[in-house]
């Protein structure tokens, strides 16, 4: 099992900067595929980023490519995700999840459903 603690939110101007944490425990955390989503009031919970269980290789959505960046440690058990230029609509709860079905592989899904562990989200609120 792996068990998933977000960190890092909170209220940020336009522009700013954030860096959320995820801290790990468990087993497969170390070579699970991770991932982060999102999502705002009243709004589906959408893909932002993930990576590889290496640290290899990483896939971002299109709305934050170029500004949000993931980054994991394995021997530190932690996974974060670092949220540059933010705009307004970047406003959301943000999870930290795992896919630990898919231990080992170097394929970053991104899709909700095939992901077996969640966080319980941290608030990262933009103002303009």
């Known amino acids: 099992q792996v068990q998933l603690v977000e960190s890092g939110g909170g209220l940020v101007q336009a522009g700013g900067s954030l860096r959320l944490s995820c801290a790990a425990s468990g087993r497969t955390f170390s070579s699970s595929p991770m991932a982060w989503f999102r999502q705002a009031p009243g709004k589906e919970r959408e893909f932002v980023g993930g990576?590889?269980?290496?640290?290899?290789?990483?896939y971002y959505a299109d709305s934050v490519k170029g500004r949000f960046t993931i980054s994991r440690d394995n021997a530190e058990n932690t996974v974060v995700l670092q949220m540059n230029s933010l705009k307004p609509e970047d406003t959301g709860v943000y999870y930290c999840?795992?896919?630990?079905?898919?231990?080992?592989?170097?394929?970053?899904?991104?899709?909700?459903?095939?992901?077996?562990?969640w966080g319980q989200g941290t608030q990262v609120t933009v103002s303009s």
């Open positions: 999840a795992a896919d630990s079905q898919r231990s080992g592989y170097l394929y970053i899904a991104s899709n909700v459903d095939e992901f077996d562990y």
């Open positions: 990576i590889s269980w290496s640290g290899s290789r990483t």
